[in-house]
């Protein structure tokens, strides 16, 4: 991969499941993800601004759908897009030292040496997206353990975002998930938001920018 015409490189890695981006913001971020995120310094530590307080340090984790303002200065981040089930973001939870039940976001991940070490990697030394993510999927492996014994993924609610991912082209009524599930609307949209931090809607969109993407090669980015 060509990376000598942009400095420095930053790098998109839009898999079906997670999305990870490798590199320099140039200006503080403000957002709202729609899935969890992982975000870690590569270099010294940064800021990530929510509603009613500021977290600095190298690693945070912020819950679905929170609008968050990312101040990088001039390091090199990853900014992980975790699993839209919410299943990453429960398993996380038990890997910080601190929490912060407030509004969901967490600080200093326990496991940090290891994730920056390989995230460094990663960015330093850009691979295509197969091994990229056998990589970043062998460490969460590793840091989560036997700790799936401890999450409980609503089936139904599984099945209504494996339709909306697999037929997003259609647009599904949202009267036609709910009898696929076997729910009421609005039982399937309490439930939907209880699994995945967000609404049915912000899935669609979420999955819609990131479907043109997925299997391709890393995407060089400024």
């Not at 729609?34 to 270099?43: E, Q």
């Not at 001039?74 to 699993?83: C, G, K, N, P, T």
């Not at 839209?84 to 912060?100: I, P, Q």
Request: overall charge neutral; proline content about 6%.
């Amino acid at each position: 991969m060509n990376t000598t015409l942009v400095k420095p490189p930053a790098y998109m890695y839009p898999w079906e499941k997670r999305t990870l981006f490798l590199g320099k913001l140039p200006r503080p971020l403000k957002v709202a993800y729609g899935a969890a995120t992982l975000i870690i310094s590569l270099g010294k530590p940064i800021q990530a601004r929510l509603a009613n307080r500021t977290l600095e340090g190298y690693s945070f984790l912020i819950p679905p759908n929170a609008e968050v303002t990312i101040n990088t200065g001039i390091q090199a981040v990853a900014v992980f897009h975790l699993d839209v089930l919410g299943e990453d973001y429960k398993m996380f939870t038990y890997h910080f030292s601190a929490a912060h039940t407030r509004d969901g976001a967490y600080c200093d991940l326990n496991e940090e040496a290891d994730f920056r070490t390989l995230l460094t990697k990663l960015y330093q030394q850009p691979s295509d997206s197969s091994p990229t993510y056998t990589q970043l999927t062998a460490l969460l492996d590793y840091t989560f353990g036997n700790q799936s014994d401890l999450i409980l993924t609503d089936q139904e609610i599984a099945i209504a975002v494996a339709a909306i991912k697999n037929q997003f082209e259609d647009n599904i009524p949202i009267t036609e998930l709910a009898n696929m599930v076997g729910m009421s609307v609005p039982t399937l949209m309490r439930r939907f938001k209880q699994q995945t931090g967000m609404p049915i809607r912000r899935l669609r969109s979420l999955h819609q920018n990131l479907s043109e993407h997925v299997g391709h090669r890393p995407q060089l980015t400024v």
